[in-house]
């Protein structure tokens, strides 16, 4: 069974940087697409980044593209968020998602990610 760990949210001030961690078991990053999703108080849940099965190629929301970016371990078998330049609206839970097989089109969409981390929490300050 694949489980996702996230952790690393905190509370920062507007302009801080955080980094986002996603321990996964069950499955080896390498070889998967994986994405980060999160979700503000009241909203839906909005894509923010994916990394492709190669681990090269990334996608990015609008909304945070030239300000994360999303890269994995191996050998942590773990996927991670860098964020940068931090906004109030970056305010969220955050959350790690894995497909259930491969995927190479619909990055930014929910229905292709089967298996979801409980979430962390970024709370930014202005």
């Known amino acids: 069974q694949v489980q996702l760990v996230e952790s690393g949210g905190e509370q920062v001030q507007a302009g801080g940087s955080l980094r986002l961690s996603c321990a996964a078991s069950g499955r080896n990053v390498n070889g998967y697409a994986m994405a980060w999703f999160r979700q503000a108080p009241g909203k839906e849940r909005e894509f923010v980044a994916a990394?492709?099965?190669?681990?090269?190629?990334?996608y990015y929301s609008d909304s945070v593209k030239g300000r994360f970016t999303v890269s994995r371990d191996n050998a942590k078998n773990t996927v991670f968020l860098q964020m940068r330049a931090l906004e109030p609206q970056d305010k969220a839970v955050y959350y790690c998602?894995?497909?259930?097989?491969?995927?190479?089109?619909?990055?930014?969409?929910?229905?292709?990610?089967?298996?979801w981390g409980k979430g962390t929490r970024v709370t930014v300050s202005s």
């Open positions: 998602a894995a497909p259930q097989g491969s995927i190479s089109s619909s990055f930014s969409t929910r229905a292709a990610y089967h298996y």
């Open positions: 990394l492709a099965w190669n681990g090269i190629d990334t």
